[in-house]
């Protein structure tokens, strides 16, 4: 059974390896260095919560939280554990979380060619506002702006 677990600035560095690597994993070309995490801490309020089994990470969302509105930076699960409802888990963990919290908005971006995560937020029902035209390289593809009201 999955556990949660939120970290912000303070606690990040208990789990900075398993993140790190799991980023990795599922980011391969555009995963963060520490640095980049501790200055995302910094100037945006990142948080991470945690999908955990035994203190094991199975998967990670990033956001942010100002005034009203979050941003999903990221979110990554352990290949060997998708498609079992740990990133449906992450995105409704979350969403408990911001509403608690008197956000209302929630905002990510997404290559137009991630079918799985496309998916995944069309569940929640977020909606496409915006389409950046061959925003990405390598390979090309749009980026899309998608907008949750909670
Ligand atoms: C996108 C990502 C986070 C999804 O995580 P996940 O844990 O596989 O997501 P879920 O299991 O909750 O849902 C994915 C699909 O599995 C289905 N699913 C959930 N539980 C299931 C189960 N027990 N059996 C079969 N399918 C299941 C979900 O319904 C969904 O499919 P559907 O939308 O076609 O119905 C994961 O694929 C990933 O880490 N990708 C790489 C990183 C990435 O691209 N991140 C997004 C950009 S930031």
């Known amino acids: 059974m999955n556990h949660f677990k939120v970290l912000s600035k303070d606690s990040f560095h208990i789990f900075e390896k398993e993140i790190t690597q799991l980023d990795l994993e599922c980011f391969s070309t555009s995963n963060w260095d520490l640095d ?17 089994r035994e203190e094991i990470v199975l998967g990670f969302v990033a956001f942010s939280n100002i005034e009203n509105e ?16 740990t990133g449906s888990q992450l995105i409704q963990t979350m969403i408990d979380l911001l509403q608690n919290q008197n956000t209302d908005k929630v905002f990510l971006e997404v290559r137009s060619d991630n079918q799985n995560a496309i998916k995944l937020y069309s569940n929640f029902h ?5 389409r950046r035209k061959n925003y990405y390289q390598n390979p ?11």
Do not use: H, P
């Open 140 to 150: 090309m593809c749009d980026a899309l702006i998608y907008r949750l009201e909670i």
């Open 36 to 52: 980049q995490w501790l200055t995302l801490f910094q100037n945006y309020q990142l948080k991470v919560l945690l999908a955990l």
């Open 126 to 130: 977020f909606k496409l506002i915006n």
């Open 70 to 85: 979050s941003e999903l930076f990221k979110i990554g699960v352990k290949q060997t554990e998708r498609n079992l409802s």
